[in-house]
């Protein structure tokens, strides 16, 4: 099951890397999880250090994340800078013996994915890629359903967003084409993830089509508009397609197979609102119904989880909802839908995949 009780027997100490917009998300739900102690927070900015220190004044902040590393006490690091900062903080997380939450997407290139993948195993530490929608429950209860044959043999699998721009980040970060690596590493790559577990039953996926474009005339590498066809190995097609041309956050899911269908909707003025609609129904082959939702969803609420599901994990070792394998596949789906939008072109996955 995606959700699960979380009971642990004494508490994990956390280092947070990064107080920025989303960083703050993450220091709010360690403070809050019981189980999670945050001994430890890192940011850049004196600004930000002062922040973090008035939020949290039990806490110790670093302006050097190299000195939270240093803290034997701290046992895992939840790492949350922008993209291109990833392999290099996180592998010397890694080394200095921590277990590692990292935002995704894990890293920008196949390379850096697989060097941080093999410093886990040799360091024998626990690594995490934050996909926090696989805890979701109402994402997650879709892919309970699947999994328990309500919608037969998945055959097709939709994922959309329809958003207004992403914001700037610090320094622009955001929107500078050689800190991001691409757009589809952003925030696609949530929605690749999902369909890729969503069809995990027809085999993984083998290539992908995609297009895009933008329409910010100063910035077209950055594209405001993505589609993308995946198919895979034994039948199924999924469409990965967002746009940030629009307004509020708004997500969709629809899953059909041999016998019904899912249709499970998502919105929120932004998308960190506490205070979204959603529903999920579903058709199970005889009649439409409309499927509950037991608890309150949002990625705010997954963050929670997934600081729920490390503690678990670090007490009891549960299981990992996306472990850096997972995490690893997911980049590389986005950097070949790149190289299609660049190409025109349909891409294997087989180049990036492999090792």
Excluded at 65 to 86: R, T, W
Excluded at 229 to 237: R, S
């Amino acid at each position: 099951m995606t959700q699960q009780a979380y009971n642990s027997t004494k508490n994990i100490r956390f280092g947070l890397i990064g107080f920025g917009a989303w960083g703050k998300h993450h220091a709010d739900a360690i403070h809050k999880t019981d189980g999670a102690e945050l001994v430890g927070i890192s940011a850049r900015s004196g600004s930000s250090c002062k922040d973090a220190r008035d939020t949290y004044p039990d806490t110790t902040v670093y302006s050097n994340y190299e000195d939270l590393l240093a803290d034997d006490s701290i046992e895992i690091v939840d790492i949350v800078v922008p993209s291109y900062l990833h392999h290099e903080i996180a592998s010397k997380a890694l080394k200095a013996g921590k277990h590692l939450l990292l935002e995704k997407p894990m890293a920008i290139s196949m390379s850096e994915c697989d060097d941080l993948i093999n410093i886990a195993k040799e360091n024998k530490r626990i690594f995490a890629v934050g996909h926090e929608l696989r805890l979701s429950s109402l994402w997650g209860k879709v892919k309970d359903l699947i999994e328990e044959g309500y919608i037969g043999d998945p055959q097709y699998a939709l994922v959309e967003l329809s958003r207004n721009p992403y914001r700037l980040g610090a320094d622009g970060w955001r929107y500078d084409i050689s800190r991001v690596g691409n757009w589809i590493l952003e925030e696609p790559i949530h929605f690749f993830d999902l369909a890729r577990w969503y069809l995990a039953q027809s085999g993984e996926p083998v290539s992908v089509y995609a297009s895009a474009n933008s329409r910010q005339p100063d910035h077209p590498e950055l594209q405001d508009n993505f589609s993308a066809i995946l198919k895979f190995d034994k039948g199924a097609y999924a469409v990965v397609t967002q746009t940030l041309s629009a307004f509020e956050h708004h997500q969709t899911v629809k899953v059909t197979g041999t016998k019904g269908a899912l249709w499970a909707s998502w919105s929120g003025a932004m998308d960190r609102t506490r205070h979204p609609t959603f529903s999920l129904r579903g058709f199970n082959g005889e009649n439409v119904e409309e499927i509950p939702i037991e608890k309150m969803t949002g990625e705010l609420y997954e963050l929670e989880d997934q600081i729920a599901m490390l503690v678990e994990v670090l007490n009891n070792n549960g299981s990992l909802a996306c472990p850096a394998e997972e995490g690893r596949w997911s980049v590389a789906m986005c950097l070949a839908a790149q190289r299609s939008v660049e190409t025109g072109l349909p891409v294997s996955f087989q180049d990036f995949v492999k090792r």
